[in-house]
C-alpha cells in the first residue's frame, strides 16, 4: 500500500511539473528524462486545501532525487554517446535545474504550510503547553526537522517517512495547538480533574483488594494485573507531583480502565465488562475477549486479528446468564466473516457455550460460528463446556473452534480440548461443517468428549465435511458415543490423509456414517486415510506420517492424556495450571 500510494503521488507530480527544454533535446534519452516534458504548472493551493498534502511532500521527494540524478548523468556525460542524440546538454542542464527548484519551492511551501507555520504558531510558554507538553513541543520540533531533512537529502536512502507519517505529524501538532489555547483557570481545573480521578483510582484499589486476594473467581492473570497496577499506580502518584506532561492523561486512562475492568468484576457476579481493545486487531484480555464477543462488529471481525495472551475464560459461564433464548455464556463470532485469526500460540481456557438451536446462522455454534474466506491459525482452547439444546432436529452445525467454515483460508496448527454435550447430525467435537475449501484442515488434534448426540451421525473432530474438504495431519482423542473422525456425510469426495485415533479413548472405531471414506472421487477403506493407532505406539512420532518433527512433539500433558502423544510445538502447555480449573 505504502508503494502505491508513493507512485500514485509521482503519477500526479509527473502530470504538473513544467521544463522548458526543446523536445528534439530529450527524444532520445531514457524514459525518466521524456517523463518531464509537456507538463502543467501543479496547483499549491488545491494542494494545501485538500488531503492529499502528505502524499504530495513524498511525492516531491521522489521527484526531487530524480531530477539530481538527472543533473549528476548530464554533468558526468551521460547523456552522450552513440545511444543519444543530445547537441546541447547545457540547455537540458539549464532546464532540470528550473524543474528542481520549481519542486523544491513548491514542497516547501507544502511543507511550512501544513507542518512548520502549524507549529511555529504555538507559544512554548504558554500555560497548557508548560503544563501538559514541553516534553511534547521539544520533541516534535525534532520530529520536524528530521523529517524536513528526509526530504531534502541528496540519496535515496531508506523510506524513512510515508504519507501516513505525514499526516501524523499534523494530528500531533494539532494536539499541542490545543493545549497552546488553553488559560490558566483552564489548566488549573484540567489539574484538579486529573487528581480528581487519581485519589478515586486510589480508592477504587483499596477496595478491591480484600476480594482479588480472597474470591477463587479472580484468575491468575487477574491477581497478576491487581498486582502491577499497585506499582502504576504509585508511578503516576509522582508523575502527577513531579512531572505532569501530556502523556499523563494517556497514562491515566490505561491505569483506570485496567482497574475498572477488576472492580466491575467484583461487584457483576465476577464476569468481566467488555472493553474495546487498546490496540485495533489484537485481543490481549478477557474484557476485550467479551467485546470481540458481545459488541464488534462484522465490520471488526473481516479483519486480521492475534491473540496476544493466554486467557482464562472461565467467568464466561457466568456470562448472559438471563438471556431469553437460552445462549448462555460465550457469544459466538456469530456472523458470517472472513476474519483472520492468529492466535500466536496462545491457549485459551474455560469457554462455555450454549446453543439452543434453530435455524439458519443460529444452528451454528462455536468460538467462530462461520467462516468464509478466513483463516484460523495457531490457537488453542482448553476446558471448553458446549451445550446444544435438544429439540433442534438435524441440522445443529457446529464445534468448539468453528461451526461452519469454507472458502480459501485454512485452518492449521490449533486444538481443542473439552466437552461437547447434544450435538446435531452436523456436529463436531473440533469443527462442525467445513465444506468446499480451496485452503485447508491441517496440522490439529482434539481430546473434546461429545454425548448425548440427537443425532447418530455427529463425531468427536469433524461432524459434516463436504466436498472439496481436504484434512491432513491430524488426531482426535475425544471419547464419543457416535463417529470417531468423521460424522454424518463423511463420504462426499474427501481429500484427506494420516488421520489418527486412538479407539481405546475414542470408544468407537466407526469412522463415519457408512464406516468407509470417498476419497478423490473413489471408495477405499478407512485404513487407507485413517489409522487407529494403539496407545503404546503414539509415544513414537515417525509412526504418524506426514507429521513433521518441525510441527510436532512428543511430550505428557496430563490435561488431555495421561500418555504420551505428538503435541504441537510453540503453545506453553504450562500455562494450563495457572488456569481456573474448570469443572
Not at 534519452?29 to 507538463?39: A, I, K, Y
Not at 492466535?343 to 451454528?364: C, N, P, T, Y
Amino acid at each position: 500500500m505504502k508503494k502505491l500510494l508513493r507512485q500514485l503521488s509521482l503519477l500526479i507530480l509527473m502530470a504538473v511539473i513544467t521544463y522548458s527544454c526543446a523536445e528534439e533535446e530529450v527524444r532520445h534519452l531514457d524514459p525518466m528524462v521524456e517523463g518531464l516534458t509537456n507538463l502543467a504548472d501543479i496547483d499549491i493551493d488545491a494542494i494545501n486545501n485538500s488531503g492529499s498534502w502528505s502524499g504530495s511532500l513524498v511525492g516531491f521527494r521522489g521527484q526531487r532525487l530524480k531530477l539530481l540524478t538527472m543533473q549528476k548523468l548530464i554533468a558526468n556525460g551521460g547523456y552522450t554517446g552513440e545511444n543519444y542524440n543530445l547537441s546541447n546538454p547545457a540547455q537540458l542542464a539549464e532546464g532540470v535545474a528550473e524543474v528542481l527548484q520549481e519542486v523544491n519551492t513548491k514542497m516547501d511551501s507544502v511543507f511550512k504550510v501544513n507542518i512548520q507555520d502549524k507549529y511555529d504558531g504555538i507559544n512554548e510558554n504558554s500555560a497548557g503547553i508548560v503544563n501538559f507538553g514541553s516534553k511534547q513541543y521539544i520533541a516534535m520540533g525534532i520530529e520536524i526537522s528530521t523529517a524536513f531533512a528526509w526530504l531534502k537529502e541528496e540519496t535515496k536512502g531508506d523510506d524513512s517517512y510515508s504519507t501516513n507519517d505525514f499526516a501524523t505529524i499534523q494530528q500531533d501538532i494539532e494536539v499541542l495547538i490545543g493545549l497552546n489555547a488553553l488559560n490558566e483557570q483552564e489548566v488549573l481545573d484540567f489539574v484538579a480533574e486529573l487528581n480528581s480521578r487519581y485519589d478515586g483510582i486510589v480508592q477504587a484499589y483499596a477496595n478491591v483488594e480484600a476480594e482479588v486476594n480472597s474470591a477463587p473467581e479472580f484468575s491468575k492473570a487477574q491477581k497478576d494485573l491487581y498486582a502491577a497496577l499497585g506499582s502504576r499506580i504509585d508511578e503516576l502518584g509522582v508523575t502527577l507531583e513531579e512531572d505532569l506532561s501530556l502523556a499523563t492523561k494517556d497514562v491515566l486512562d490505561i491505569v483506570d480502565r485496567d482497574l475498572t475492568g477488576l472492580t466491575y468484576f467484583a461487584e457483576n457476579n465476577y464476569t468481566s465488562p467488555a472493553q474495546e481493545p487498546l490496540v485495533f486487531g489484537e485481543i490481549s484480555s478477557i474484557t476485550e475477549l467479551r467485546w470481540f464477543s458481545e459488541e464488534a462488529t462484522v465490520d471488526d471481525w473481516n479483519n486480521n486479528w492475534v491473540l496476544t495472551a493466554d486467557i482464562d475464560a472461565a467467568e464466561t459461564a457466568r456470562w448472559n446468564l438471563d438471556a431469553e433464548n437460552g445462549q448462555v455464556g460465550f457469544i459466538p463470532i456469530n456472523k458470517e466473516t472472513s476474519i483472520n485469526f492468529d492466535g500466536q500460540f496462545h491457549i485459551i481456557s474455560g469457554l462455555h457455550m450454549s446453543k439452543i438451536g434453530g435455524a439458519g446462522d443460529s444452528e451454528r455454534s462455536g468460538m467462530f460460528s462461520k467462516i468464509v474466506n478466513g483463516s484460523i491459525n495457531n490457537l488453542g482452547l482448553i476446558n471448553v463446556r458446549m451445550t446444544k439444546g435438544v429439540g433442534a432436529g438435524n441440522g445443529n452445525q457446529g464445534g468448539t473452534l468453528v461451526g461452519f467454515f469454507s472458502g480459501s483460508g485454512n485452518i492449521t496448527k490449533c486444538f481443542a480440548e473439552g466437552s461437547f454435550v447434544g450435538p446435531g447430525s452436523q456436529g463436531g467435537g473440533f469443527i462442525g461443517r467445513p465444506q468446499v475449501m480451496a485452503g485447508e484442515i491441517s496440522d490439529c488434534f482434539a481430546v473434546v468428549a461429545t454425548t448425548e448426540s440427537i443425532n447418530p451421525f455427529s463425531s468427536s473432530f469433524i461432524g459434516l465435511p463436504v466436498a472439496g474438504v481436504r484434512v491432513f495431519n491430524c488426531y482426535n482423542l475425544g471419547f464419543t458415543d457416535r463417529k470417531a473422525i468423521f460424522g454424518h456425510g463423511a463420504g462426499l469426495n474427501l481429500d484427506a490423509a494420516n488421520l489418527y485415533y486412538d479407539s481405546e479413548f475414542v470408544g468407537s472405531t466407526e469412522l463415519d456414517r457408512g464406516g468407509n471414506l470417498y476419497v478423490a472421487e473413489s471408495l477405499v477403506t478407512a485404513a487407507d486415510v485413517t489409522t487407529d493407532l494403539a496407545t503404546a505406539d503414539w509415544a513414537d512420532l515417525s509412526n504418524f506420517k506426514g507429521f513433521s518433527a518441525d510441527t510436532w512433539e512428543i511430550r505428557t500433558e496430563t490435561q488431555f492424556d495421561p500418555n504420551p502423544r505428538p503435541y504441537l510445538k510453540g503453545f506453553n502447555y504450562d500455562v494450563i495450571d495457572d488456569f481456573i480449573e474448570v469443572p
